[in-house]
């Protein structure tokens, strides 16, 4: 079973992608917004959660789409943006939660950059990280 932090933590990962917001909103929904039940969240956490979620899919849909589309066709461009920013406000909660109580996550993969100005020989040789 994939965690509250990690589903929340995909979910703001979906966020910050190109795509228009409600595009993103709907994607985090679906792909990690829905795995969260509400007793995985710290108590601080479940009202906001459940408001976002009767916000997400509360809307009767029309033929041929679901809740969630619908719900988010419905909204304005600042209330996606606001419904975006409470992910983001969930995550944070859900971390300090795991902070406060001791609890492990899961690192986070390392993902490892290369500067556009450094030849790849030199980052491979790790020639840059000996000259700084």
């Known amino acids: ?8 933590h995909s979910a703001t990962l979906e966020l910050v ?15 990690y917004l829905s795995l969260i039940r509400e007793d995985q969240l710290p108590a601080e956490a479940r009202g906001s959660f459940a408001q976002m979620m ?3 899919a509360g809307v009767e849909p029309l033929r041929g789409e679901d809740a ?8 304005s461009i600042q209330e996606a943006d606001d419904c975006a920013a409470l992910v983001v ?5 859900v971390s300090r939660g795991l902070e406060a109580g001791g609890a492990q ?28």
Not at 17 to 28: D, E, F, H, T, V
Request: hydrophobic fraction near 50%.
């Open 105 to 132: 996550r899961q690192p986070a993969a390392v993902v490892q950059l290369r500067s556009v100005e450094c030849a790849p020989a030199e980052f491979e040789s790790g020639a840059l990280i000996a000259a700084n």
């Open 1 to 8: 079973m994939v965690s509250a932090w990690q589903s929340l």
């Open 68 to 75: 969630v589309s619908a719900s988010v066709r419905k909204m």
């Open 89 to 93: 406000e969930l995550l944070g909660m």
């Open 54 to 56: 009767r916000n997400l």
């Open 17 to 31: 992608r190109s795509a228009p917001i409600k595009q993103r909103l709907i994607a985090a929904y679906r792909r």
